[in-house]
Nanobody, 118 residues
Framework: QVLLVESGGGLVQPGGSLRLSCAVSESIFSTNYDMGWYRQAPGKQRELVAGVTGGGGTNYAESVKGRFTISRDSAKRTIDLQMDSLKPEDTAVYYC???????????WGQGTQVTVSS
C-alpha cells in the first residue's frame, strides 16, 4: 500500500525555485499525523527540512528558513514544499514523511531528486 507519493523534483539553476508535492493517502491524512519533508545528500545523513504538525504548526531547518515554505492542502490531500532561492547545497533526494503522533510510527515516500546546478 503506497501511502506517500512525491513529485516535483528536477534540475534548477542556483537562485531558482521548485515546488515539491506529496500526495497523501486518505488513511493517514489527518490531524493525528505530523508531516514533514526530509532530504539526504550523498554521503550525509537524512535531515529534517520542514515539518507541519496535525494542528498546523510549522518548523524549519535553519539552513532553509526564509527560503522554503511548507503547507498542508486539505482539499487536495497534499503536503507541499515551496523552495525559493535554491542553492547548490540544497541538492539532495527529498522525502516526504508522515509520523503518527501517538506512537511515532513513521511512513516514507520513495523520494524525489532535486539538483541545483548551473
Amino acid at each position: 500500500q503506497v501511502l506517500l507519493v512525491e513529485s516535483g523534483g528536477g534540475l534548477v539553476q542556483p537562485g531558482g525555485s521548485l515546488r515539491l508535492s506529496c500526495a497523501v493517502s486518505e488513511s493517514i491524512f489527518s490531524t493525528n499525523y505530523d508531516m514533514g519533508w526530509y532530504r539526504q545528500a550523498p554521503g550525509k545523513q537524512r535531515e529534517l527540512v520542514a515539518g507541519v504538525t496535525g494542528g498546523g504548526g510549522t518548523n524549519y531547518a535553519e539552513s532553509v528558513k526564509g527560503r522554503f515554505t511548507i503547507s498542508r492542502d486539505s482539499a487536495k490531500r497534499t503536503i507541499d514544499l515551496q523552495m525559493d532561492s535554491l542553492k547548490p547545497e540544497d541538492t539532495a533526494v527529498y522525502y516526504c514523511n508522515a509520523k503518527y503522533k501517538w506512537t511515532r510510527t513513521s511512513y516514507w515516500g520513495q523520494g524525489t531528486q532535486v539538483t541545483v546546478s548551473s
